[in-house]
């Protein structure tokens, strides 16, 4: 299939370099990043691959990005919001391209990009379909409707959930959580409404299954993919550590139980 010349541009020795700094940077400000092992990685098929994300933080393009690194190797593409863009530079460099968000421009924008890296089989799309920051428990959950147009002027491909939320457990710093819902398969005659609302209910279904792992806080139903910072730091870890020391026991900066 011939590729749009609309394709976000994307420097390849960039992005990973930003990669290389996103994962030191968010292990410093995180206790763990982790994957709910009952919505772990999918393996994806060949085609156009849409992941569809619930927008909590400021930290989602960074957190999406090493979850979505998990399952695949392809280059990455998202829209952004345009004054963030502005504010942000850097992300034009990655795959990121400008929307107005709310006008009919920035609808036809975010179609003709979006369209280009579906149909690169080498690119994967991801789109934050709310919109805004939303906290991730407000229900019901509800898309941009241009993410139903894009599935149904691609016809063809896997449309992915992935929930995120970041609560704070046992350590100073907070978790990263994830969940990766099961895997849609588009297919062509099928309305841009309905594609929303098929988006919509999968996209509630990986949130509330995330939300119940978070707060059972049972670190076992999750993968760990990257073991952050923990401890109280301070004076008071340097006395946590001389006593270990008196006692001859293993210095744990863990306040919980696991790490």
Request: with cysteine; aromatic share 12%.
């Amino acid at each position: 299939m011939e590729i749009d010349s609309t394709l976000p541009y994307r420097s390849r020795w960039l992005f990973r370099w930003f990669s290389w700094y996103a994962w030191r940077y968010v292990r410093r400000h995180f206790h763990a990043v982790r994957i709910c092992r009952d919505g772990s990685p999918p393996v994806i098929p060949d085609g156009p691959l849409l992941i569809v994300v619930n927008h909590p933080s400021w930290w989602d393009p960074l957190i999406v990005l090493m979850m979505v690194q998990r399952i695949t190797a392809r280059a990455l593409f998202a829209p952004m919001d345009a004054d963030a863009l502005m504010r942000y530079r850097l992300f034009a460099r990655l795959g990121m391209f400008s929307i107005q968000r709310g006008t009919l421009a920035g609808t036809r924008q975010f179609l003709r990009c979006g369209k280009a890296a579906l149909e690169s089989p080498q690119s994967a799309l991801i789109v934050s379909a709310q919109g805004h920051f939303i906290d991730p428990r407000v229900r019901p959950t509800r898309l941009m409707p241009g993410v139903g147009h894009l599935a149904a002027r691609i016809g063809r491909g896997t449309i992915l959930p992935l929930a995120i939320e970041y609560p704070f457990w046992s350590e100073r710093f907070p978790e990263a959580l994830g969940h990766f819902g099961s895997p849609i398969n588009l297919s062509p005659g099928v309305r841009a409404d309905e594609w929303t609302t098929r988006i919509e209910k999968a996209l509630t279904l990986a949130q509330d299954q995330l939300a119940a792992h978070a707060k059972d806080r049972n670190t076992s139903a999750f993968e760990m993919i990257i073991a952050g910072s923990a401890g109280v730091g301070g004076i008071y870890d340097r006395w946590r550590r001389i006593r270990s020391a008196m006692t001859n026991r293993k210095f744990r900066y863990e306040h919980g139980d696991e790490s």
